[in-house]
Every structure is written in C-alpha cells, then in structure tokens.
C-alpha cells in the first residue's frame, strides 16, 4: 500500500455542489497538508495541520475546509464548488523536522463544470 | 511573501546531455528541497539541501544561502528524468514552491 492515498483519484463534479477528498497515511507522521496545482503555477498550500487539535490555513484557504479526524486522516472539503478550483490536489506528510520524510499521495484530479 | 523563480521554465534535451536547473529566492530561508514531478504526477523528493552539495546517482544539487540560490545538475540525462522539478523552500514550517522547470528528455 501507499504511504499516502488520496481518494478519489479522478472526479468530475457540478458548479455548487459539496465534494471532499480523503487522504489517509501510514508513516505516523503528525503533520499533514493539502496542495493544488494549477499549470503554471506551482504547488500551493491551502491548509496544513501539525496535529489532530491543529488546524492552519495556508495560501489559498478560502472556498475550502479541512477536518483533522484522526492522526492518519486529513480531509478537504468544497463546500460550494465552483470551475476556478478545477485542478490537481495534493495531500502530503511530514516528520517532525524540516524536509524529513515528505511524501505526497498520488493527487486527485477534480475538474469542476 | 517570499519569491521563489525557477528557470528556465522549459527545457529539451537529448538523451545523454547535461543540464543546470536553477531556483532563486528572494528572502532568506530556512531550508530548501528539490523535488521531480515525472509525466504521471507523482512527486518525489530529490534532494533537502539547506547548503552545501549533494550527489545522489546522476543528480546533485548545490545550495548557497547567503546569494540565496540552488542549483541543480543532471548529468547523462535519460528520458525516465522528464518531468517537472520543483525547488521548495522552507519559511516557519510551510514549504513555499516555485513554478517548476519542465523537462523533456528525447531518445
């Protein structure tokens, strides 16, 4: 199994609807984050956590949730999506220590129509 | 916030040819990684290089901190090194990435 997985993998979905994306990990690390790439652009943070009672918005926050639900799991939810958050997410992990064991998930491709 | 610029932004090679990808940052940072993006998506960290160099197979990567740059080499490239490399910087505990390089190696 993966050390991080992200579900779903591919999703197409209605401008307004609600969707969350999952990711779950087994490295027992504390720290989680989510990311979207757009072409051009680079990774950006939109929420980080550094342990379950920790919650932090990062970059691009708004039109975004996230909920902590336990060490392993750290979901985001598009409350209302709309087309401009057509893009590829992705969860990543992280030991305590800068650039100790980052690892991604394998991104999740959302395209919101 | 911090800048960071990586360039070029694209790059063809052919296979067996070397190659120097660059990332400049405008503020001081913690720490700084390089990461490679290959042609499905994954990422896969490369190097974590606060200063200094390091080699790892066809790769290494030089830091300096204080002309706030890193440089990273890929020597005998292969078509398997096509991708995105990404150079990330650290800033209190968030990693702040640039806009990659894309690279496309031909047989």
């Known amino acids: 199994d993966a050390d991080v997985t992200q579900t779903p993998r591919n999703r197409i979905t209605k401008t307004g609807k609600r969707i969350m994306l999952e990711c779950s990990q087994t490295k027992g690390h504390d720290r989680m984050y989510w990311y979207r790439q757009d072409p051009g652009l680079g990774l950006r943070l939109i929420y980080y956590?550094?342990?379950?009672?920790?919650?932090n918005k990062g970059e691009i926050s708004d039109g975004y949730s996230v909920s902590r639900q336990a060490q392993a799991k750290f979901s985001l939810s598009l409350e209302s999506a709309i087309p401009n958050q057509t893009a590829l997410y992705f969860c990543a992990t992280s030991g305590p220590e800068q650039g100790y064991g980052y690892t991604f998930g394998s991104g999740t491709r959302l395209t919101v129509v | 916030g911090i800048q960071v610029e990586q360039s070029p932004p694209d790059l063809i090679l052919q296979e067996g040819a070397n190659s120097t990808l660059r990332c400049n940052f405008s503020?001081?940072?913690?720490?700084l990684q390089w990461f490679h993006q290959n042609p499905w998506g994954q990422l896969i960290n490369l190097f974590y290089?606060?200063?200094g160099t390091k080699q790892n197979g066809r790769l290494s990567a030089t830091t300096v901190a204080t002309e706030r740059y890193s440089l990273l080499y890929i020597s005998s490239s292969q078509t398997t090194d096509s991708g995105v490399y990404f150079c990330a910087v650290w800033r209190t505990d968030k990693l702040i990435f640039g806009t990659g390089t894309r690279l496309q190696v031909f047989p």
């Open positions: 956590s550094f342990d379950v009672k920790d919650i």
């Open positions: 290089i606060p200063s």
């Open positions: 503020d001081s940072v913690n720490n």
